[in-house]
């Protein structure tokens, strides 16, 4: 080991410097005065020099103890500094919190969310990354994920913080170059637009729910997938195909007519959304705190983010 490595010798030099002996030194630091020594001793052999002279009546720094102390004091603050930090991140709502959500709900739901929260704690600060591909984003560095859809990292804890209310949607020039659809088996030679990632819904069969409670599996054939529901929104308005979309996102365009719900009485699955973090280390007050912002958030509707 080198001279700098065990802090509590370079504590134990600086004790005996300041308080001007051993013995004052071992009382200030409350051990006995030949651990104290022993500690001196092994300071210098690391240093393969001597730091202090000593005799009856005196005790003065060497040239190498001169240099030692001015570094030990640095080394120390700095030590001090970086523990100080480091309880703040754990202690202080300040900070930078690193998150992601999917990239549609990311870009108006969670923001909203997230500026409301910065707005609340303006010491903290945020990046936010999005993506819909089911990554691993916890162990990559991230702080707290906002996510729809089923939970692919089993590594993560996920509570459930409110659901959206999906619906099938169309252009009306759509519908009405198809054969009436009065039944789910009907929507099945429709052209099909579907939001990529199984975590979301599957691309090849639709899970409807009619009002009597009775499910039924649809098979599609998709014209158009795409990553992004937004993206399958422009589609549908483009008389593309039918497609699933979330409530809140075409509430406008349902009551403009640019587009219609197909077969009102089935309804695709609600999605949920969750807030997701790791569940095996201690969390700074910050991201506890968002946590907690965010829970509380979106289970009282979040200004109708979900829904």
Request: aromatic share 6%.
């Amino acid at each position: 080991m080198t001279a700098f490595e065990d802090l509590s010798l370079l504590r134990a030099f600086i004790s005996i410097v300041e308080c001007g002996s051993i013995s004052a030194g071992a009382r200030r630091l409350r051990i006995t005065q030949p651990s104290l020594s022993r500690q001196l001793k092994t300071l210098e052999e690391r240093c393969g020099m001597a730091l202090l002279r000593r005799d009856t009546h005196q005790m003065s720094l060497t040239e190498a103890g001169h240099r030692v102390l001015a570094d030990a004091h640095a080394l120390l603050a700095q030590v001090e500094a970086a523990d100080k930090r480091l309880r703040e991140s754990h202690t202080t709502l300040s900070g930078h919190l690193r998150l992601f959500a999917t990239i549609d709900f990311g870009q108006f739901g969670a923001t909203r969310m997230i500026s409301q929260f910065l707005l609340a704690h303006p010491k903290v600060s945020v990046s936010l990354a999005l993506t819909n591909r089911p990554l691993h984003m916890i162990q990559e560095g991230a702080d707290v994920g906002v996510l729809p859809g089923k939970v692919t990292d089993e590594s993560v804890i996920a509570r459930r913080v409110g659901a959206f209310s999906l619906i099938l949607a169309a252009a009306p020039a759509l519908v009405k170059r198809q054969p009436p659809a009065k039944k789910p088996d009907d929507l099945t030679p429709w052209p099909w637009i579907a939001l990529a990632g199984a975590q979301f819904w599957n691309a090849r069969e639709l899970a409807l729910q009619g009002r009597s409670g009775k499910t039924h599996t649809l098979p599609i054939n998709p014209v158009f997938t795409s990553e992004g529901v937004t993206s399958c929104r422009e589609a549908a308005l483009s008389g593309v195909g039918v497609t699933v979309l979330p409530r809140w996102m075409i509430e406008s365009d349902l009551r403009e007519g640019n587009l219609v719900q197909v077969l009102p009485d089935w309804k695709p699955e609600e999605l949920s959304v969750h807030v997701i973090y790791a569940g095996h280390r201690l969390l700074p007050v910050r991201v506890s705190a968002f946590i907690d912002f965010a829970v509380k958030y979106f289970s009282k509707g979040g200004e109708g983010a979900i829904g």
